[in-house]
C-alpha cells in the first residue's frame, strides 16, 4: 500500500455527528468506533468515538476521533481543509452544505487570480476553503 496524507480531527464529545455530517456532505461509506467498542465498557468515555474513517466517493478520506475527559480539547486552529478542482457543480454542492449552519468568512465568488474561492468554518468548527478552477484562455 502506498502512503496517503489524510486529515486527523478532533472534536469533544461529537465526533459521531461530525463524521455524519461529513458523510452527508461527501457520500461514501463512514466506519465508526466508540472507546466501548475497543474494550473500555466501564469508562466514562465508552460512547465517545475513538476513531471514525470516511472514505468519500470522490477519493476523500477523513478521519477523526473524541478527545477523552481527561484531555484538554484545542479546537482546530492555523490550517484549514482544502478543496479545489475544476468540477464546479461538485464542488458548489459542497460548498453549501459546509457552509450551512457554519459561519461564512469569505464568500464564494470570483477572485483576483481568476477562479472562484470561498471559506468558512462549518457548524462543528471546521475551517474549509473551496476553490474552483476557471479554465485559462
Known sequence: MSSRLNPYLTFNGDARQAMEFYADVFGGNLVLNTFAEFGATDSPD???????????????????????????????????????????????????????????????????????FGMCVDKFGVPWMVNISQARA
Do not use: C, N
Open 46 to 116: 465508552a460512547d465517545r468515538t475513538m476513531h471514525a474513517m470516511l472514505e468519500t466517493d470522490a477519493g476523500y478520506t477523513i478521519m477523526a476521533s473524541d478527545v477523552t475527559g481527561d484531555m484538554e480539547f484545542q479546537p482546530m486552529a492555523g490550517s484549514s481543509l482544502s478543496l479545489s478542482g475544476d468540477d464546479a457543480d461538485l464542488l458548489r454542492g459542497y460548498w453549501e452544505k459546509l457552509s450551512e449552519g457554519g459561519t461564512i468568512t469569505m464568500p464564494m465568488q470570483k477572485q483576483a487570480w481568476g477562479d472562484e
